[in-house]
């Protein structure tokens, strides 16, 4: 996942707003996605956006998506202890033999009470 | 619905023997994955299969090899392990609309 960039630690208070960040590489991807790992289970799906969108709201959760700068951020808004957990930005990328998701490192959130 | 089942769940191997990873979906997605977690370098994908018959190379596919012999199962061996083969092991299947991805809860393999 080196061509998909993120930073590896945030730490917030709970209540505050948690913002995660991700910068990505191929301009060409379709979808960009942000995934969430609790400790010992595999990655769920919590939200995507498609290129042609700015922005993406559910619920507490706001995606932006910069395709200039190629830039993708996570907002979580009144932000929970059930929060912490890793969260991973991916981007599909198509070619001749259809698409595959690459992530980037993981941003592990970490919400104090 | 079971979605993604992954066996087994944790293995400790000697260095130098086989091992095969299962992997089976019940969504009759046509593409599925496998990828690997290791810390600070996130999930970088092994091999692929877009649909049975067919598989590909994904980041890092030495040392791996997968077979794809219907929809629902896609295997990854490891012929010879070494201890750098130690990782926490995903395996993934795909809707071909969105390109979503649903993992399994993962295998976490230690080679000593």
């Known amino acids: 996942g080196e061509d998909v960039e993120q930073s590896l630690f945030l730490s917030v208070r709970e209540g505050d707003s948690s913002v995660i960040n991700c910068t990505y590489t191929d301009s060409s991807s379709t979808y960009l996605y942000w995934y969430k790992q609790e400790p010992g289970a595999g990655l769920q799906l919590l939200t995507y956006i498609f290129s042609n969108m700015d922005m993406k709201q559910d619920q507490r959760l706001t995606v932006l998506l910069n395709k200039k700068d190629k830039h993708l951020s996570l907002r979580i808004a009144d932000t929970q202890t059930g929060d912490s957990a890793i969260y991973f930005c991916a981007e599909r990328r198509m070619g001749n033999q259809g698409g595959k998701l690459i992530f980037g490192q993981g941003t592990e959130l970490s919400v104090k009470p | 619905i079971a979605g993604i089942t992954q066996a087994p769940t944790s293995q400790i191997l000697a260095a130098g023997r086989r091992m095969t990873l299962r992997c089976t979906q019940d969504?009759?997605?046509?593409?599925m994955y496998w990828y690997r977690q290791d810390l600070g370098l996130g999930l970088r994908l092994i091999h692929y299969s877009n649909t049975a018959g067919t598989t590909g190379k994904g980041e890092v596919p030495d040392g791996y090899s997968v077979s794809r012999a219907n929809t629902d199962d896609f295997p990854l061996t490891l012929a010879s392990a070494v201890p750098s083969q130690t990782s926490v092991y995903f395996c993934?299947?795909?809707?071909?609309?969105?390109?979503?991805?649903?993992f399994g809860e993962g295998s976490r393999l230690t080679v000593l």
């Open positions: 969504m009759r997605h046509n593409a």
């Open positions: 993934a299947s795909s809707d071909s609309a969105t390109g979503e991805l649903f």
